[in-house]
């Protein structure tokens, strides 16, 4: 009866197959299905529309896009160095994937967003400032931050340094440090970041964070809170936290500790964390102009669009920030 059980056993393995290629299906439709509204979206015209839809809610938006609409025309990569992401050759064993090792799953990440690490990294001209954005993308490993990561990061505030841009900007969308690589991981993400962000403020560059999503773990607890402003790019954004509600109530000892806005924008804002909450992220652009501009008290200001509109409008800012 060897033969019915191999039989079956082939059987559940083309099934698992099938089922597994469903959500790659989904993500390849030209429709996005909104979690708040639940109005379903042609993607197109959210790409019209910045990737919001029309009850406000804020999908994420490709890194790319996000560098296309910061920059004011060209820029340039900051390429990622050749770093091993898997030091520790780490595989997954979970039962169903039993020898599946994590280096596949990055090399899954590669593909799929076409970058090399989690990070987009580029320089090039921001209302007329020069700048290095640092973008993490949250279709790659929702974000992880493992040593490739770090020393793309580290690699990014370097050529910042090293060029005496005036702003340095990092788009947040992080679930923390990579657990698959352990210590090295830890110490890579967490230690190197905080470095790197030390050297660019010791340069005198204005560092901006700007929060489009979840930013958790040891990303959190590491170079976020090191930004002279920390900006939530919609009262959506939520899970701005080191840990979950879960874990968190479990340290407090009850769920009944933790304020219905914990982690979430409002809540963040309240607690005086962040600076400053947008109506949405087509303001974000002109905010950041807006306030690198009286940090460096240019006098000869550099302009948005909205500034060419409004010329008056930036002079009065500019005199009273100095
Ligand atoms: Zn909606």
Redesign the pocket.
Known sequence: MNWITDKIEKIKQKAKKIFKKQPVAQETTDWKN?P????ISYKPDLFKNSYI???S?HFDMPPKLRLDSLFDSEYKFIEAPDINPDPLGFEVKDGAREGYRYMDKVKKYRKTTGQVTALLAASGNVSGLNAVVVCFNPKFGAGRFGPAESEHFLKAANFAIEKKVDIWIVVYQSSGIDVHTGLVGLAGGMTKSVIAMKQVKEAGIPTFAVAARAVSGGTYASNFFMHDFIIIEHSSVENLLFSGKRVTANILKGADAIPEDFGRADGVMKAGLADITLENRKKLKETITKLANIILKKQDLKTTDEAHENPEDFKKTASTAS
């Not at 708040?36 to 109005?39: A, D, I, M, Y």
């Open positions: 909104c708040q509204c639940k109005k839809c029309e009850c809610f």
